[in-house]
């Protein structure tokens, strides 16, 4: 195998490789200090997909509530921008997978999920709001 051979063949593995990444990288997980740090960039939107009981005890700054277990779920997400850009939590991250993946159904393409939802963000020592 020649050097221009081997460079063609390292490009296209690189090129499959980020192309894979790509692909999956519009949903994932962060940790609460990686979560944080998305929630404070402009454009981010942070949803709280627990049920407004939850939400009024404690949620995080700017957060907008959209209960998923609520029958009008994707009536409330299909008033959404499904191109921007979203911060998905609940109580301990199972909610805000299967929100996510509602989400994801409907067209949205960039969705971020807190690892361990609210209980490990207040664990980490993060602020919560009330009311």
């Known amino acids: 195998m020649g050097m221009i051979e081997g460079m063609r063949r390292l490009f296209v593995f690189v090129f499959a490789l980020v192309t894979l ?12 200090t990686d979560f944080q740090k998305l929630t404070s960039e402009s454009g981010v939107i942070t949803l709280d997909v627990r049920t407004p009981a939850e939400f009024a005890a404690g949620h995080l700054s700017n957060a907008v509530n959209v209960d998923v277990e609520s029958p009008d779920f994707a009536t409330q997400i299909g008033q959404l921008d499904p191109k921007a850009s979203y911060a998905v939590y609940c109580r301990s991250g199972n909610r805000s997978k299967v929100a996510m993946e509602q989400m994801s159904a409907a067209g949205f393409t960039t969705t971020h999920d807190l690892d361990g939802g609210i209980v490990a963000w207040q664990a980490a020592g993060l602020p919560v709001t009330t009311g």
């Open 21 to 32: 990444v790509g692909c999956s990288s519009g949903s994932q997980s962060l940790s609460p």
